[in-house]
């Protein structure tokens, strides 16, 4: 990351990738194509039907290092936010972590049986508690944002329960990339460091996407009921 000030909706699109690449997984998510040429944010954003303040509310969080980023300065549709945070499950479990798993079963192959073997299983468990957390999402969380969206209430729950139980699914990563790191009695190998490499890149994305949950999503669906009178 190169840029210390805060993009705006008149700066290039091609710019804001070219110098924070990590950003073209916030352009997919958000269900921008590529090839927009030289127009800035804002044009490339309403070609492909995006709440611009929404987009540049999630970069510019992704993009300053400091917890305490000052919020948006104008309303967030929790519309869109909804569709980023399913594309982005979506990702994880249907591409990165199945990836990641293929990576490491290439990796470990067979010279290490006991080890392989519990590594893997380790991997396995992980990435079931990242899809019961994201399921959770989907069929309790999203389901009742909707239903404020459409003005009904949904029952007696609220969104100060998700954020209550909301725990930081990134945290087993860590324990993993130290297992390999530190006691994986195998040789250096192409293999194995690419692994670890997209471990580190899938921790981070995680701790991102936790990230605008809890300072982007959660406040905008407690505004959201607070219009609805369902506080």
Not at 205 to 210: G, M, R, T, V
Request: aromatic share 10%; proline share 3%; net charge negative.
């Amino acid at each position: 990351m190169y840029r210390l000030s805060q993009y705006k909706e008149t700066d290039k699109m091609g710019d804001l990738i070219c110098e924070n690449y990590p950003i073209l997984l916030v352009v997919s998510r958000f269900g921008i194509s590529l090839g927009f040429g030289d127009k800035d944010i804002a044009q490339v954003c309403a070609d492909n039907g995006v709440d611009t303040p929404t987009f540049l509310a999630v970069v510019n969080l992704l993009l300053d290092e400091d917890e305490s980023a000052a919020p948006a300065d104008a309303p967030l549709s929790v519309g869109a936010l909804v569709r980023y945070l399913q594309n982005s499950h979506a990702y994880f479990l249907d591409f990165r972590l199945p990836v990641i798993r293929r990576e490491l079963a290439d990796a470990l192959g067979s010279d290490h049986g006991d080890v392989s073997f519990a590594v893997l299983r380790f991997f396995d468990e992980y990435a079931a508690e990242v899809r019961r957390h994201m399921l959770y999402e989907e069929e309790k969380v999203f389901p009742y944002v909707r239903s404020l969206l459409e003005g009904r209430k949904k029952g007696r729950y609220r969104i100060d329960i998700f954020r209550r139980q909301h725990d930081q699914v990134e945290a087993r990563l860590t324990e993993l990339k130290n297992i390999l790191i530190r006691y994986y009695p195998g040789s250096g190998s192409n293999e194995l460091n690419s692994a670890l490499f997209d471990i580190f890149s899938c921790e981070r994305d995680l701790a991102s996407h936790n990230r605008i949950e809890d300072h982007l999503f959660v406040p905008a669906v407690v505004e959201l009921e607070r219009k609805n009178g369902s506080q």
